[in-house]
């Protein structure tokens, strides 16, 4: 039992606070700050004269859920492309170096919709899929020293246990124990799920399920953020911005006045693009197929566009004439293996560097004449970004905080958990960029 104090400042006079009615603030309040409710024993009001206002003294005693299993909601895949169903799905307590959270707000990126179409990928179902999120912890399994119930988190997709040599080396995020593994479909710890229904496992996905009202993850995969930011808004940092953003910033490293193509305007292209033109480029040119993108990604700093179907020769070969024999970096963020052979064959040679973000097919193979090699291109690739998440995305938050970053731009649309199909809709129709899934409308 803990007490804690508060004022309602809109409160119309005393008496009228006493009402049960005039509880409702509290809601709103707590709704606002994002934490979880607490339950209410005893509240007592006092009139402050000094500074005109009803204080209100609250004892509450936050119910622990610790070691207990939840039920909640959760979006279940059941088959490959089928559309989401809302179960009621039971979520274990965290295990060793694991976190329960209490997810907020999420977002559908093309990773997700990859897996759930499952064409060209492993299939693994009934699964639960979603990695773009922000939330509350809820518990904390054993060993867990540097997360606590009520820490406002982005999980992510692939982690950093801090300890191994990936972790230690300033290059890599490529951790050894949580990168990304999209085929696990467990846990670490002991290779369970801890979501289930009426005793039947549902499987993870990335090691974050996050289109489920509580998901479990592995600690090293949970970045601990400033619990002023509105978890709405950096939700999207979770993944596709920052890795569009250090795909150029961190990897492809435009030098100032350079040219940049980005091919694919969707959230992660358009982060990339942000990314250049905090760079410096002097150009940036978008390459998409959809031309609705085209007017959008003016706001994201693109100069050019091109459209691969308005053109009868390659696109790498338009964009070596638009730029006297190539750009200085691209970035490819579709995932269709031969848009990521234009992104490399457009880079001019003896300093181009090309960047791979879009996620392939499984068994998609690369290929290019070597010798586009040996004059001087490089080919490189990326998983979010090249940032640490747990050492490095709190301060890209930050940028957010500061001002430098603009997340609302990215926001095209919103709605409701239980409408979480339409977020797919809007996908598959290359229609706005991300859209906010609420969890608790
Ligand atoms: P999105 O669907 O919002 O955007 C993709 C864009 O690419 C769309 O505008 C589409 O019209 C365009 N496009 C598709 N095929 C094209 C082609 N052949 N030529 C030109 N344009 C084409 O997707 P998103 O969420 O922005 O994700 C983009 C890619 O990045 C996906 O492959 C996703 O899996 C991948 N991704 C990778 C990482 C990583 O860490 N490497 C992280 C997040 C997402
Ligand atoms: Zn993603």
């Known amino acids: 039992m803990n007490s804690m104090y508060m004022s309602l400042t809109n409160a119309p006079s005393k008496q009228?606070?006493?009402?049960?009615?005039?509880?409702?603030?509290?809601?709103?309040?707590?709704?606002?700050?994002?934490?979880?409710?607490?339950?209410?024993?005893?509240?007592?009001?006092?009139?402050?004269?000094?500074?005109?206002?009803?204080?209100?003294?609250?004892?509450?005693?936050?119910?622990?859920?610790?070691?207990?299993?939840?039920?909640?909601?959760?979006?279940?895949?059941?088959?490959?492309?089928?559309?989401?169903?809302?179960?009621?799905?039971?979520?274990?307590?965290?295990q060793a170096m694991e976190v329960r959270l209490k997810i907020l707000f999420t977002s559908l990126c093309h990773t997700d919709v990859?897996?759930?179409?499952?064409?060209?990928?492993?299939?693994?179902?009934?699964?639960?899929?979603?990695?773009?999120?922000?939330?509350?912890?809820?518990?904390?399994?054993?060993?867990?020293?540097h997360l606590k119930p009520g820490d406002h988190v982005l999980p992510v997709f692939t982690g950093e246990c801090g300890n191994c040599r990936h972790c230690k080396s300033k290059e890599s995020n490529m951790c050894d124990l949580l990168r990304i593994n999209t085929d696990?479909?467990?846990?670490?710890?002991?290779?369970?799920?801890?979501?289930?229904?009426?005793?039947?496992?549902?499987?993870?996905?990335?090691?974050?399920?996050?289109?489920?009202?509580?998901?479990?993850?592995?600690?090293?995969?949970?970045?601990?953020?400033?619990?002023?930011?509105?978890?709405?808004?950096?939700?999207?940092?979770?993944?596709g911005i920052s890795t569009g953003l250090g795909a150029t910033l961190n990897v492809a490293k435009p030098t100032k006045g350079s040219t940049v193509a980005i091919f694919g305007l969707g959230a992660v292209g358009l982060a990339a693009a942000e990314g250049a033109r905090i760079a410096g480029a002097s150009r940036i040119i978008g390459v998409d197929l959809n031309p609705n993108r085209f007017e959008e990604a003016k706001k994201?700093?693109?100069?050019?566009?091109?459209?691969?179907?308005?053109?009868?020769?390659?696109?790498?070969?338009?964009?070596a004439e638009m730029t006297d024999g190539g750009v200085d970096r691209s970035v490819e963020c579709t995932g269709n293996i031969n848009t990521m052979i234009s992104a490399f064959e457009c880079v001019h040679d003896g300093w181009g560097v090309a960047v791979l973000v879009g996620v392939p097919n499984r068994d998609d193979a690369f290929k290019t004449r070597p010798v586009n090699f040996l004059n001087e291109?490089?080919?490189k690739g990326t998983f979010f970004g090249n940032y640490k998440?747990?050492?490095?995305?709190?301060?890209?938050?930050?940028?957010?905080?500061?001002?430098?970053?603009?997340?609302?731009?990215?926001?095209?649309?919103?709605v409701a958990f239980r409408d979480i199909n339409k977020a797919f809709d809007y996908m598959l129709a290359g229609e706005g960029i991300r859209c906010i899934i609420r969890m608790d409308a």
């Open 16 to 94: 009228a606070s006493l009402t049960c009615k005039n509880i409702s603030p509290l809601d709103s309040y707590f709704k606002r700050c994002q934490a979880p409710k607490p339950q209410f024993t005893r509240i007592f009001f006092q009139v402050s004269k000094r500074r005109k206002q009803i204080v209100c003294q609250v004892n509450m005693s936050a119910q622990s859920t610790a070691g207990q299993v939840i039920r909640c909601k959760a979006a279940v895949a059941w088959e490959a492309g089928k559309p989401l169903v809302i179960e009621e799905v039971e979520v274990a307590p965290p």
């Open 114 to 145: 990859y897996f759930w179409e499952a064409k060209g990928q492993t299939p693994l179902f009934p699964r639960i899929f979603g990695h773009e999120a922000g939330g509350i912890v809820d518990s904390v399994g054993e060993g867990v020293t």
């Open 184 to 239: 696990r479909g467990v846990m670490l710890s002991d290779g369970k799920t801890r979501f289930s229904i009426n005793g039947k496992p549902i499987y993870h996905f990335v090691g974050t399920s996050t289109f489920s009202e509580y998901t479990v993850a592995h600690v090293g995969s949970v970045a601990k953020i400033n619990p002023a930011a509105p978890l709405d808004k950096v939700c999207i940092l979770s993944c």
């Open 300 to 319: 994201f700093g693109c100069t050019e566009f091109v459209n691969p179907k308005d053109h009868n020769k390659p696109v790498q070969e338009v964009l």
């Open 377 to 379: 291109r490089t080919l």
């Open 389 to 414: 998440p747990r050492s490095d995305l709190p301060s890209v938050v930050e940028k957010y905080m500061n001002k430098e970053l603009e997340l609302e731009k990215f926001i095209t649309h919103q």
